[in-house]
């Protein structure tokens, strides 16, 4: 697909919440006045000089921002190629980049007035980052969390359970990412007085998909300045996992309307995209209605949402944020996919390379790096997002390449 | 636009009672037997059918609708399959109106053109699809009045006097008061609230208002149908149905008087409100 000529990629949504035709407000009608009255409040706070003030104190001093842009100069070495940086959003208090949309949400919560907080989670990083400032804040925490992820994300969801937050294992579907956010929808349902709900990424009804991109931004615009301090120049491509696709909006979004540079996001293609068992929305997908939004997702031919399957619990979701989807179809992001073996690799690479441990989900970016950059001349400056550390994902990895040794 | 929906309220009118109005799901135990519940219904007391189209994630439905639509779709249920299930409703009953009910992600990939044709012509009158509130109108409820299909709208307990309007722009057949926050089948609404609640909805609009989510026995049925002019009853339906099936879930005719015999209940239920509100 040629890249369409517009006169900026940065202009959306519109006012209904639509990238082209991606997005919009597809809610129950319950919650359909929390959903404008979100709208207002935080047009509202965006404009607010206090509101910002807030967000860039506790942005410094308690997420520990910046966070770096490091050469990753063993990885250069051994793709022989491009010169890599790596974002290092996983030196974020909570250790992944999603902290950086919870503290606007949450902060956003507080002048409302509303005290109880839910949320739902896949890996379980955005479930520690919101039960962390849920703590900092005194609210109460409600993390919905598909039962396969409760068991394969362990250790945070102890994490959480010391944080103070109820972690709530849901039990229908598939049991993962794409119950929890259900679930997570239907308790908003009944607790509309009281309740915030803190989406972890940019799915989810307007204007959830432009808050959460508008919070995550901050990783692109420090991209730029760092970029421009190290190099004296912009990178030549960007590279992030998608999700939902928060970490690679977040870090897309304030060069969309630099041209010449190459922007690519990568999905998880599971066992593989030819096998079905993928989370790979773009590539494996069409787009349809699910949870709020219109964008790529996985279904079959009557429209029924298919399981997504990946090893990284934080991308198994079969869809995709809408902007993405947008982006997709005017061809100025190119979607790839890496499988679950390509990102364990990536992931042992990483740490013996550079002695960084990478989530699970980074790893796919990292597993696309290795092919990139080593196609790209010496003086090409390539940043990949690495959204969040691989504690959480230690257990997964051995029995995986325990297993393969066997 | 008059149709079976207007006229079958217009009747009930009259009569000076309310409507029982059924929810059961397209498919569920599976086809067969979902076909002979629907058309056993209207003799044991539906004066409204209201038939879901069964979806993998339906958002504002508690656990005994998503389970049904779970049955139903692993049964092999489909878009195809709830029209043939209509047609076949039709072939015997020309005046019970029908309403297909569900989420607009399986209509948005069937075509809404060829949705919107295919209901018209098997016989449906109605849509209530949960996710399309009116910010949404463009996508289906404008082409479906243009079809001449009702458009029936949601109201809730956050639908302030603010929002009624928008919420009344549109919508013909009735309007369908969800009487609590929360999802299908939790907990029991508070009579006295909902019949307020009716009632602030009818200064609005001389549309029917019903009544549902959260209605399950006979006893609150009739409570609820003192101030309405309609209870719509589902969750305790379905979950019928799941308590008729064996040990090995077999669809058998039990599933079939399992439904009706709660339906015949519920019917009195909701006939015997207004005699006695009377007396
Ligand atoms: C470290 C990390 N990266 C990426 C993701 C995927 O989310 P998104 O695509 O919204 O960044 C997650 C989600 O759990 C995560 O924990």
């Known amino acids: 697909m040629t890249v369409q000529q517009l006169n900026s990629f940065r202009t959306g949504p519109d006012e209904h919440g639509h990238f082209g035709i991606y997005g919009g407000r597809f809610v129950a009608e319950t919650l359909m006045p929390l959903v404008l009255e979100l709208e207002k409040a935080y047009a509202a706070a965006k404009v607010d000089p206090n509101f910002k003030k807030e967000m860039d104190g506790y942005l410094t001093h308690y997420v520990g921002r910046p966070s770096p842009l490091y050469f990753a100069e063993r990885l250069t070495r051994h793709c022989n190629g491009a010169k890599i940086y ?44 919101t039960a962390t400032l849920c703590a900092r804040f005194g609210l109460e925490c409600i993390v919905y969390m598909g039962a396969v992820d409760v068991e394969r994300q362990k250790a945070n969801v102890f994490r959480m359970n010391m944080l103070g937050a109820k ?45 959460v991109r508008d919070f995550q931004s901050i990783i692109g615009r420090e991209t730029r300045e760092q970029m421009q301090a190290a190099e004296g120049r912009l990178p030549d491509s960007l590279i992030a996992c998608i999700g939902g696709g928060s970490n690679a909006m977040g870090l897309f979004h304030p ?44 279904m079959n031919e009557d429209g ?16 995709i944020g809408p902007e993405h989807s947008w982006l997709h179809d005017v061809g100025r992001v190119t979607f790839l996919s890496a499988t679950d073996d390509e990102a364990l690799h990536a992931f042992a690479l990483l740490s013996k390379l550079e002695g960084i441990i990478p989530a699970l989900e980074p790893a796919h970016a990292i597993a696309k790096v290795l092919e990139l950059a080593a196609r790209k001349p010496k003086d090409h400056l390539m940043v990949v997002n690495l959204s969040g550390r691989g504690d959480k994902d230690l257990d997964t990895v051995s029995r995986h390449l325990g297993s393969k040794a066997r | 636009m008059t149709g079976r929906i207007d006229r079958r309220f217009a009747e009930l009118k009259k ?12 498919g569920d135990p599976d086809h067969a037997t979902s076909v002979a519940i629907l058309k056993a219904l209207p003799k044991a007391g539906a004066d409204v059918i209201e038939l879901g189209m069964p979806f993998t994630d339906p958002m504002a439905d508690g656990p005994a609708i998503q389970a049904a639509g779970l049955r139903a779709l692993k049964a092999g249920q489909n878009m195809k399959i709830t029209f043939a299930a209509v047609r076949d409703f039709r072939n015997g009953d020309d005046t019970t109106p029908l309403v297909l009910m569900g989420y607009y992600n399986p209509i948005y990939i069937y075509g809404v053109e ?11 009158d109605g849509l209530i699809v949960v996710d399309l509130p009116p910010e949404e109108d463009s996508e289906l409820c404008l082409p479906a009045m243009k079809a001449g299909l ?10 302030d006097d603010k929002r009624l309007p928008t919420v009344l722009t549109n919508t013909s057949g009735f ?33 029917p208002v019903c009544v549902g989510f959260g209605v399950r026995t006979a006893a609150h049925a009739r409570a609820i149908a003192a101030g309405a002019d309609g209870v719509v009853m589902g969750a305790a339906l379905v979950e019928a149905v799941r308590q008729s099936l064996g040990p090995d879930a077999k669809p058998s005719s039990a599933s079939v008087t399992a439904v009706t015999d709660l339906a015949r209940a519920l019917a009195a239920g909701v006939r015997g409100a207004r005699v006695a509100a009377r007396a």
């Open chain 1, 86 to 129: 790596l974002k290092r959003e996983e030196l974020n208090h909570t250790g992944a980049h999603k902290v950086n949309n919870v503290l606007g949400q949450i902060l956003l919560a507080r002048r409302m007035g509303k005290n109880r907080i839910i949320a739902e989670t896949g890996a379980g990083m955005h479930g520690v980052a």
């Open chain 1, 167 to 211: 972690v709530v294992p849901v039990e229908s579907g598939a049991k993962t990412l794409k119950d929890a956010m259900n679930e997570a929808l239907r308790d908003w349902v009944t607790n509309v007085e009281s309740t915030f709900y803190c989406i972890g990424t940019i799915a989810g009804p307007h204007p959830y998909p432009m808050m």
């Open chain 1, 255 to 298: 060069f969309l309307d630099d041209n010449d540079i190459e922007i690519y996001g990568v999905e998880a293609a599971g066992h593989g995209l030819k096998t079905g068992m993928h989370a790979a929305s773009i590539a494996g997908g069409r787009p349809g209605v699910l949870h709020g939004n219109r964008t790529y997702l996985l």
């Open chain 1, 304 to 319: 029924q949402i298919n399981e997504a399957h990946s090893i990284s619990a934080g991308l198994d979701y079969p869809g």
């Open chain 2, 15 to 26: 009569e000076g009672r309310a409507a029982l109005v059924t929810f059961t799901m397209a």
């Open chain 2, 114 to 124: 060829r949705f919107l044709g295919d209901a018209k012509a098997a016989g449906v």
């Open chain 2, 150 to 159: 009702n458009f029936i709208r949601l109201a809730t307990p956050t639908t």
């Open chain 2, 175 to 207: 309007v369908y008061y969800v009487s609590i926050t929360g999802i299908t089948g939790a907990a029991a609404p508070d009579a006295e609230k909902v019949t307020a609640a009716v009632a602030r909805i009818k200064r609005h609009t001389t549309l």
